[in-house]
């Protein structure tokens, strides 16, 4: 027999895995270099009489060692010189023998029975494997891996195949549940996610996404090149102020959202926004864009003890070669608010940006946000009285709303803090960096010495005007000259004019793209060809107050629903006064909880500027709201009440 079957390939040992030596014992290690030198010998050729004569080994040992080494592992790679060292198992042992009961054994002998029962009974190898199907698959199943009923329904299974009481796995004391235990283990450490996320959940995945040794194709080389964005619950519990005929009461509101904006390359925070509704928009990803865009200035403190360190801040705003610069890419997820018109359109047209989405459940894409929330977690929201912690379990939850009303951790002073752990990041020295600040490195990169870059500025006129964090929708104007109606759009329930549009009678039946922004009391309007037509102001009672387009649509629901009337005067005060008086009727009792009035509230003083003065109701239509912290009554005083009743 000759090595030609095999080709020059498999045949070139240099590749093959290599086995340290010196690390077998010395009888075991004169073996293996004998059979090593004999392989290598006939790879290159060498006779067969010949290796005989020189090394011991026969014909039938050269093909029965070259046939292993030249083996494909269950790693993907040959066998090599790790199939000469003695002792060493390619094949799983395979049970022939029927596996019966032997009186006195207890289970002793029955090496394999496991795998052989599994090939003699398919239907309970799916059994196992639908008990732990791919993340990939969407299914209904139990939940976790119970691997007590799992062995339950298999032995049920066997029972309805005819096994009978003598036969394994009845002829075991435990059934065969530690070979069921241990198969499914071994299916684990294959690799298959699916037993992984039954047994251990989807924390096992998460963590399985990183540590892979794999590096990206797309690197940032430069800083704003590659960046990424994602939105995060904020792990606390703040209050709303909500004052009644002169004294305060403080609301729980729901928890909202920190969306940042970071640089891949410094781990830098580009942007940010806060939210405060029970769920996060596209307008905030345009939001936090924009934040990296206008100048950042910091604001004015009113926490002692609660300051900026120096240099703090975000790079558009104390880092002068940052300024204008362009965004190349942005990795998301595919959450439904960043597959917006105004994400994949708008924003990309606007700024020019790319927008990459990540795959499903794939953050290792944007580690270096999820980080980035992980530190700001660590050194500033985790630490306050009223935070909701890593989850359930966690220690230090204990209690997180009737801490936030007793201590009153009003949100106003949370957006301060916010801002503070934010602009501090961009100044605490990295090991990534060389113990460097991300500011530092931003502002070494993009010095004009450095290199050329290739992306251009923003113009001075988007700058100035960036108009990114806007809401566009199309209008039709209306109108009538026959029926004295003057040329307007509607939008919501609003109509909408100005002096212009007014005698503009050729451009009734015309469409306007309409820029909403802010105060929904005006709106920016532009012609077909791109050209700005000007601002419109809204027509009616809806012009007196402040008002963004979601509280507008709020009024407009309530109205339907016949539970405000919006027409009895300023509608915006009228829903104000209607959240306030749901979320103090919950503040009254004993144990005040969160409710969705509170959130909204909170929502739109804060889209007014007005959180930090909260909200004056101008009536309380239920029973006066009890304080904020009732003094505890004991048993003692509890029945002494009961006694002076009687």
């Not at 640089?263 to 509704?277: E, H, P, R």
């Amino acid at each position: 027999m000759g090595a030609t079957k095999f080709s020059p390939e498999v045949l070139d040992y240099r590749t093959w895995p290599q086995v340290d030596g010196n690390m077998l014992p010395e009888p075991i290690k004169a073996r293996f270099i004998r059979l090593k030198a004999a392989i290598e010998a006939r790879c290159d050729g060498v006779k067969a009489s010949v290796i005989f004569t020189e090394y011991q080994v026969g014909r039938s040992s050269i093909k029965y060692y070259l046939d292993r080494s030249t083996a494909i592992h269950h790693d993907g790679r040959l066998w090599g010189y790790r199939a000469l060292v003695k002792n060493c198992r390619q094949k799983e042992y395979t049970r022939k023998k029927v596996s019966e009961v032997v009186e006195g054994s207890d289970g002793y002998g029955l090496s394999g029975s496991f795998s052989q029962m599994l090939r003699g009974h398919p239907k309970v190898v799916s059994l196992i494997m639908s008990a732990m199907p791919h993340p990939s698959v969407t299914t209904l199943k139990e939940a976790g891996l119970n691997l007590a009923g799992l062995h339950s329904r298999m032995l049920e299974q066997l029972r309805t195949d005819g096994v009978t009481a003598v036969q394994y796995p009845f002829c075991t004391a435990a059934a065969g549940y530690v070979a069921l235990t241990q198969y499914v283990k071994k299916i684990i450490e294959t690799g298959y996610r699916g037993g992984a996320k039954a047994l251990y959940g989807d924390s096992a995945l998460d963590g399985l996404q990183s540590g892979t040794g794999k590096t990206g194709v797309m690197r940032p080389v430069a800083p704003f090149e590659i960046t990424c964005y994602d939105e995060q619950m904020l792990p606390f519990i703040g209050t709303l102020v909500i004052e009644v005929d002169g004294k305060e009461h403080d609301v729980p509101i729901s928890r909202g959202y920190l969306c940042l904006l970071v640089d891949c390359k410094t781990f830098a925070i580009l942007g940010y926004s806060v939210v405060m509704s029970v769920r996060f928009r596209a307008l905030d990803l345009l939001t936090a864009y924009e934040s990296f865009i206008n100048p950042w200035s910091p604001l004015t403190l009113t926490i002692p003890k609660l300051e900026y360190k120096p240099g703090a801040g975000l790079p558009s705003g104390v880092v002068p070669q940052a300024q204008g610069r362009r965004i190349c890419v942005i990795n998301v997820d595919n959450h439904l608010t960043h597959l917006a018109n105004s994400v994949i359109g708008h924003l990309r047209r606007r700024t020019g940006a790319i927008i990459r989405f990540g795959a499903i459940r794939r953050w290792i894409s944007r580690t270096a946000v999820e980080g980035i929330f992980a530190q700001l977690q660590k050194r500033g929201f985790i630490r306050m009285p009223s935070t909701t912690g890593s989850g359930p379990t966690d220690p230090a939850v204990d209690d997180p709303v009737g801490k936030a009303v007793k201590f009153r951790i009003r949100m106003a002073d949370m957006v301060q803090i916010i801002d503070v752990l934010v602009a501090n990041h961009n100044v605490r020295p990295r090991k990534s960096l060389m113990t460097k600040q991300p500011n530092e490195c931003i502002a070494f990169e993009m010095s004009d010495s450095r290199r050329l870059s290739v992306v251009p500025k923003f113009s001075s006129e988007l700058q100035a005007d960036p108009r990114i964090a806007v809401e566009i929708i199309t209008a039709v104007v209306r109108g009538s000259i026959a029926k004295g109606r003057h040329p307007y759009i509607q939008i919501d329930d609003g109509k909408y004019t100005n002096d212009i549009l007014n005698e503009s009678w050729a451009m009734i039946g015309k469409k306007l793209t309409v820029h909403i922004r802010g105060d929904f009391r005006k709106v920016r309007v532009f012609l077909p060809d791109g050209t700005e037509f000007g601002v419109l102001g809204v027509i009616g009672f809806w012009g007196n107050s402040f008002h963004t387009r979601e509280m507008r649509k709020e009024i407009n629901r309530l109205d339907r629903e016949q539970v405000l009337n919006k027409r009895e005067g300023d509608p915006v005060p009228i829903y104000m006064d209607h959240l306030s008086t749901q979320a103090l009727l919950q503040a009254g009792k004993k144990r005040p909880k969160i409710t969705r009035e509170a959130g909204k509230l909170a929502n739109h003083l804060h889209a007014g500027g007005t959180l930090s003065r909260g909200y004056v109701a101008d009536e309380f239509a239920g029973e006066e709201p009890t304080s904020n912290n009732p003094k505890s009554r004991g048993r003692r005083d509890y029945f002494h009440a009961y006694k002076e009743s009687k």
